[in-house]
């Protein structure tokens, strides 16, 4: 079945650095889409890619979706501490409406 | 927050019970999914429905079974729980057509 990887598992930055998160799936997705997880809580939606080669920026967030839709990267630049929390990127194939399927994540530390 | 509610928050079960959790999806939102994530883990996607009908399932037993009522709201049922059930139950809704997914907090559930 599918598989979706993050690396890294764990990211320990100070306060000012950037960070990055990589994401790679075995198959071709339709979309890829990211979420933020802060500790003990529930995962909450940042943005979604669709088309091959798409670039998105929030404010200091960059999202890249592969030209083969098959790997994404999420950069953040310039970390805050209320960065801190776990990315997760997550694919549907095909036209699998919402049976996503999700990374391990990458849990973002970040020193003041 | 999403307008996603879950219940009960928190729940302690002996293997070899059986639970119901239940959800509330957000205002207009016609499709449910329903995730499992373990600690550290991301969610894995255990099955959707839309419009009363189960739409998809992913890699989980028969015994994970649900329900979708008319007003969207939904249950996760586990029968025969075994202490590797011990997760966070996340319930997920969203409309047809978009992939967009907004989480609820979640069901902590323990299995001893």
């Known amino acids: 079945g599918q598989q979706v990887m993050q690396i890294p598992q764990y990211q320990h930055v100070q306060e000012g650095e950037d960070f990055t998160t990589y994401c790679n799936s075995s198959t071709t997705l339709s979309n890829i889409q990211w979420y933020k997880q802060r500790p003990g809580g529930h995962p909450v939606f940042l943005i979604q890619?669709?088309?091959?080669?798409e670039v998105k920026k929030q404010k200091r967030l960059t999202f890249q979706f592969g030209e083969a839709k098959k790997n994404s990267s999420l950069h953040i630049t310039a970390t805050q501490t209320t960065d801190v929390g776990t990315y997760f990127c997550?694919?549907?194939?095909?036209?699998?409406?919402?049976?996503?399927?999700f990374g391990q994540g990458t849990i973002l530390t970040v020193h003041p | 927050e999403t307008g996603v509610t879950q219940s009960p928050t928190h729940l302690i079960k002996t293997r070899g019970q059986q639970v119901t959790l239940r959800c509330s999806s957000q205002s207009g939102h016609n499709t449910v999914s329903w995730y499992q994530q373990a600690l550290g883990q991301g969610p894995q996607f255990i099955f959707q429905?839309?419009?009363?009908?189960?739409?998809g399932r992913g890699n989980f037993p028969p015994r994970f079974s649900g329900l979708q009522f008319p007003n969207y709201s939904s249950e996760l049922n586990v029968n025969a729980l075994e202490l590797d059930d011990s997760a966070l139950y996340l319930c997920?809704?969203?409309?047809?057509?978009?992939?967009?997914?907004?989480f609820g907090p979640g069901t902590r559930l323990t299995v001893t």
């Open positions: 997550a694919g549907t194939p095909g036209t699998s409406y919402g049976k996503l399927t």
């Open positions: 890619l669709v088309k091959s080669g």
């Open positions: 429905y839309y419009r009363e009908e189960e739409n």
């Open positions: 997920a809704s969203s409309l047809e057509g978009v992939e967009e997914q907004y």
